[in-house]
């Protein structure tokens, strides 16, 4: 599917008529249903890539905001946090996830700050926060679509770590601008710049 057939089917979903008489094109299936919907909406880039099922989005998703939950909780970056898991530790996460969505962030979170000894750090990014803060699953959200737009196939997790360790992460996590609800295009073009684009 390209950007063009993208457009067209939004275009269709939401009664605009078109000059064909004949479309042919691929038949949706649930990923691709789901896709077009999440576009339409605007919950997705045009960009995210199709090669990343439902799951593995869901256990991205889950990890990420499992490791917002921990940063908050130790006062830590949140590259400290990925640092500390290590690319193992990564990697174990996100095949734990399936299982670990099922316990709560507390329980799971402990764990991890025991088992991979991360100490309480001095980066607080709630207490003194003057607005609304994003919940974690959120801050989650956000990161797994940057990680599905910015990776190449069989790099997600390299990007996960790579993303987390970059400037925008601690830009991210300053509650006290509204960088956090900026669209995600403008966040990975300033990744990929490595500065805040103007």
């Known amino acids: 599917m390209n950007d063009e057939w993208l457009e067209f089917i939004a275009h269709c979903r939401s009664g605009k008529t078109h000059n064909y008489d004949i479309v042919e094109g691929p038949m949706a299936n649930d990923t691709v249903w789901n896709y077009v919907n999440d576009f339409i909406k605007g919950t997705i880039t045009k960009k995210a890539r199709l090669y990343m099922t439902e799951e593995q989005r869901n256990d991205f998703f889950y990890v990420c905001a499992l490791i917002e939950f921990i940063a908050r909780k130790t006062k830590n970056r949140r590259g400290t946090v990925v640092n500390a898991l290590g690319k193992k530790g990564v990697h174990k996460q996100l095949y734990a996830a399936p299982v670990n969505h099922c316990l709560s962030f507390e329980q799971v979170s402990d764990e991890i700050i025991r088992d991979y000894k991360i100490p309480d750090g001095d980066f607080e990014t709630v207490k003194n926060c003057k607005y609304t803060l994003p919940g974690f699953q959120d801050i989650g959200k956000l990161y797994c679509i940057m990680i599905e737009d910015l990776a190449a196939p069989g790099t997600e997790e390299e990007t996960l770590i790579k993303l987390f360790n970059s400037f925008i992460s601690?830009?991210?996590?300053?509650?006290?601008?509204?960088?956090?609800?900026?669209?995600?295009?403008?966040?990975?073009e300033s990744y990929k710049a490595g500065r805040l684009l103007e």
């Not at 601690?170 to 956090?180: A, G, R």
């Open 170 to 188: 601690d830009q991210i996590s300053n509650f006290n601008t509204d960088l956090y609800y900026q669209n995600p295009s403008y966040l990975e």
